[in-house]
């Protein structure tokens, strides 16, 4: 099955900088790549995503990459705040059959120094 | 639309109990989704269901873990004897069609105690 890995798990940075926080998948199947944020004690919600037809993304302040052939897509949050202070969560997942389901990794809690 | 919705928040049980979680889709939608997520880990897919049908149960215990989403009412995950490695929190999501980019819901956080 799909196995993501995520890194770093923590990330501080100054209020202004930028962040990035980089994944790999394994199933080079997989065409479906979202980015959550969890604050703490509530529900992930969907901040972005891409999909393998797609290399770079962007939202704002916030843009996704994507690199079918290393198998991995990195998050890019520029001119931080702190309310971006949350834990981030890269998942995969694979077309067909199996498209519902999502592998996640383990997160990146990202501190914002105001 | 009220999204989806979870309940309870928060549920404590003593070792040996039974938990019922349950999840309202949001209007329209008759996928649903649950996954658990352990403390300082990523959520994990545990079941995907559609009115009256279980379509894939692979990510769920074979044993004390039961999910059902019934013709009327919300879906319902269902753990019987529960354990301290049960304590995690259960969020559950749901979508028109089997496919990801849905919404979760707020979730249900269980400490077993």
């Known amino acids: 099955g799909e196995n993501v890995e995520q890194h770093p798990s923590t990330l501080s940075v100054q209020e202004g900088d930028s962040a990035v926080i980089k994944c790999t998948y394994s199933d080079s199947a997989s065409n479906y790549f979202p980015w959550y944020k969890q604050e703490l004690g509530k529900r992930p919600q969907l901040i972005i995503d891409i999909r393998s037809n797609v290399g770079e993304k962007k939202d704002q302040r916030i843009a996704v990459t994507l690199n079918k052939t290393a198998k991995h897509f990195s998050l890019h949050i520029t001119e931080t705040q702190p309310e971006d202070s949350a834990v981030y969560f890269c998942?995969?997942?694979?077309?067909?059959?199996?498209?519902?389901?999502?592998?996640f990794g383990k997160g990146t809690k990202l501190s914002v120094i105001p | 639309n009220a999204g989806v919705m979870q309940n309870p928040r928060h549920l404590v049980r003593r070792r040996g109990q039974e938990a019922r979680l349950r999840c309202s889709p949001m209007?329209?939608?008759?996928?649903v989704y649950w996954y658990r997520q352990l403390p300082e880990e990523g959520l994990k897919f545990m079941v995907y269901l559609q009115k009256e049908n279980i379509i894939d149960e692979s990510g769920m215990p074979k044993e004390r873990f039961s999910a059902e989403f019934p013709k009327e009412g919300p879906s319902i995950l269902r753990i019987q004897q529960v354990v301290r490695g049960d304590s995690a929190a259960y969020f559950c999501?749901?979508?028109?069609?089997?496919?990801?980019?849905?919404?979760f819901g707020s979730g249900t956080r269980l400490t077993v105690v």
């Open positions: 998942a995969a997942s694979p077309p067909g059959a199996g498209s519902y389901q999502l592998t």
């Open positions: 209007k329209g939608h008759s996928h």
């Open positions: 999501a749901s979508s028109p069609g089997g496919e990801v980019g849905y919404t």
